[in-house]
């Protein structure tokens, strides 16, 4: 009943900028912690930022500087603005959220179908 859906991938040269979004829906009773992950080709998925529900941020040390991640937590969406974009950037980037349902029990960790980022060179 929750799924997270997200958007805003595509082509962009390097040092362009590009701004991804994912909204999360469904039966939410409230979203802890949510973030972005990315997997480049032939490589293993790897963190790229985190926002808690507070609004505390932390970030990989390879796009310090350069992505800001946010939240609005009105429309449980997570935002990852990214700019002077790398080739290295290259992407299938996924987005995150450990979300407690309505009428749970539990939190879970869910996750997006992932959006492709490419930067050409």
């Known amino acids: 009943q929750v799924q997270l859906v997200e958007s805003g991938g595509g082509l962009v040269q390097a040092g362009g900028s590009l701004r991804l979004s994912c909204a999360a829906s469904?039966?939410?009773?409230?979203?802890?912690?949510m973030g972005w992950y990315r997997q480049p080709p032939g490589k293993q998925r790897e963190l790229v930022a985190t926002?808690?529900?507070?609004?505390?941020?932390n970030y990989a040390d390879s796009v310090q500087g350069r992505f800001t991640i946010s939240r609005d937590n009105a429309k449980n969406t997570v935002f990852l603005q990214m700019t002077s974009l790398h080739p290295e950037d290259t992407a299938v980037y996924y987005c995150?959220?450990?979300?407690?349902?309505?009428?749970?029990?539990?939190?879970?960790?869910?996750w997006g179908q992932g959006t492709q980022v490419t930067v050409s060179s």
């Open positions: 926002v808690t529900s507070g609004g505390s941020t």
């Open positions: 469904g039966s939410i009773f409230h979203i802890n912690a």
């Open positions: 995150t959220a450990n979300i407690k349902r309505n009428g749970g029990d539990y939190s879970g960790q869910y």
